[in-house]
């Protein structure tokens, strides 16, 4: 204790100025970690003091070296050609160790940080992994306990951010925090709780994950929607069809009948070939006579079926051919 009153007393007695530098001038750690600072000066100096809290912990002096109020605290001597550095370490941080942290050379003014010191708590997903059928609401719960300061609290669903609303409460010098967060089970999902300080370069978290299961009902229904369209348009083309093939039917029967009633009609104007073949007599004479002499006679042709009369002059034969 003698050593830092000397060196106190010096650094007040003594006017030599010096530039003096302290880094960093704000540092945020967590509790039980390690906090270091840097304090330079491009003039050579005999005595350099450090303070947490306004409590002397380390003096440095050419006679003595380094001298320490506790263990936790130390100090390091990175001194170059023309730049005077040491590191100032505390170790195992406590919550009491948050303040001003000072460093000050012979002849020179006082440098002032800031250390700030918190709590790393926990992070759950109450309820873990969840099954839900497709459509049904799901909410999880995330709770961060022992932080401080109080925690910022966020959730991602899928790695798409979500927003929640914070409760919190203080157990003795640390935060307890809850975060809800409600889900329409739409598909299988990975859903993460995020938690931060500003200690943290990257927020701790928990993942839980979400598994759909299928509506079988509604899967039913959509495969007898698409049964049924199927089979109506199915059906819908056998009555067109039957349609067109009955329609083609009845023309061509029709077609068929008008030929038929044509050639009825065209058929009176002709005579068989059995009774009438090209070249040969009329079978159609009929005498009159009884001994064989011919008066007179009636016969038939194929262009007219009027009968003819023949008068007779005499008792001679008459022969009319058609050649058709």
Known sequence: MDVFRLGLFLLITMGVCAALELQPLNAVVFRGSEARFNCSTTVSTSVMTWTVDRLLVVSITEASGVQTSADRFSATNFTTPGNYKWEFKISKVQRSDAGEVACQVLGGQLQRATLSVQERGSVEIVGGNQTRTEGAQTEFQCRAVGWFPEPSMSWSVNGVGQSCNRSSVTQGSVFNSGCNLTVTAIKNSSV???VTVPALNTPDSNTVFLTVNKNTK?????LIAVTVAFSAAAL??????GI?????????KSSYQEEVIKARVQSPN??????????RDNQGYITDGHDGHTKGGVWFTNVSNKPQILDADGPRKHRHMTIV
Do not use: H, M, S, W
Not at 218 to 222: E, I, L, M, Y
Not at 236 to 241: A, C, E, G
């Open 244 to 252: 067109v093939f009955f329609c083609l039917r009845r023309k061509k």
């Open 218 to 222: 509604r899967d039913q229904t959509v």
């Open 192 to 194: 993460q709780c995020l």
């Open 236 to 241: 819908l083309f056998l009555i067109i069809y």
């Open 270 to 279: 002709r005579t068989p070939a059995t009774q009438n073949e090209q070249g």
